[in-house]
Antibody
Framework: HLQLLESGPGLLKPSETLSLTCTVS??????????WGWVRQPPGKGLEWIAT???????YSNPSLKSRVTMSVDMSNQQFSLRLTSVTAADTATYYC???????????????WGQGMLVTVSS | SDELTQPPSVSVSPGQTARITCSGD??????AYWYQQKSGQAPVLVIF???KRPSGIPERFSGSSAGTVATLTINGAQVDDEADYFC??????????FGGGTKLTVL
């Protein structure tokens, strides 16, 4: 059964760079049918897609965050990562890594999620 | 516009049918998906491709879509179904898009 585990610092200061890693277990990260992504959820609010990556290296980012977001994949370690630069208090959220399945008609959807990790930005 | 609109809250008594709607101009051309998120937990997929149910999801959960409105129906809602529910689809650029979420209260 797929396991996704987020790791990284839980507290950042404004203007710093957020770096998170998701470790994938029990499923190959290089499967053609799957993409890998990040979603965040500010406290008490809804879900916001951040970015998606395929093992081939193709990446897609939320236009509202695109200038600050970088994703990468490390197939040898079964990991994918997120970098978000110049963080502010508005970036405080629970960050989830998740798998996207390339489903019917090419529609991709999140079919499995990590447990989530709270990242707080505060001076 | 690329938005998915949900009611902020829905409330039902145990055993009643709960219906949560999701409105979006692109839904006639896109599939709708639904996630359940209980307090302090990660979202769980309960409906995919408008009406399909993942293995392990109870039969009381069903989905439908007509025109610009997708609906999640919970027949015989239970106290354990109390959660936030998010609809999901893709925008005009095929990027992931979530609705604002609906808080379901069962009491």
């Amino acid at each position: 059964h797929l396991q996704l585990l987020e790791s990284g610092p839980g507290l950042l200061k404004p203007s710093e760079t957020l770096s998170l890693t998701c470790t994938v277990s029990d499923v190959s990260i290089s499967s053609k049918s799957y993409f890998w992504g990040w979603v965040r959820q500010p406290p008490g609010k809804g879900l916001e897609w951040i970015a998606t990556i395929h093992y081939s290296g193709n990446t897609y980012s939320n236009p509202s965050l695109k200038s600050r977001v970088t994703m990468s994949v490390d197939m040898s370690n079964q990991q994918f990562s997120l970098r978000l630069t110049s963080v502010t208090a508005a970036d405080t959220a629970t960050y989830y890594c998740a798998r996207l399945y390339d489903g019917l008609g090419g529609f991709k959807y999140f079919d499995d999620w990590g447990q989530g990790m709270l990242v707080t930005v505060s001076s | 516009s690329d938005e998915l609109t949900q009611p902020p809250s829905v409330s039902v008594s145990p055993g009643q049918t709960a219906r949560i709607t999701c409105s979006g101009d692109s839904l006639p051309r896109k599939y709708a998906y639904w996630y359940q998120q209980k307090s302090g937990q990660a979202p769980v997929l309960v409906i995919f491709e408008d009406r399909k149910r993942p293995s392990g999801i109870p039969e009381r959960f069903s989905g439908s879509s007509a025109g610009t409105v997708a609906t999640l129906t919970i027949n015989g809602a239970q106290v354990d179904d109390e959660a936030d529910y998010f609809c999901y689809s893709t925008d005009s650029n095929t990027n992931p898009l979530f609705g604002g979420g609906t808080k379901l209260t069962v009491l």
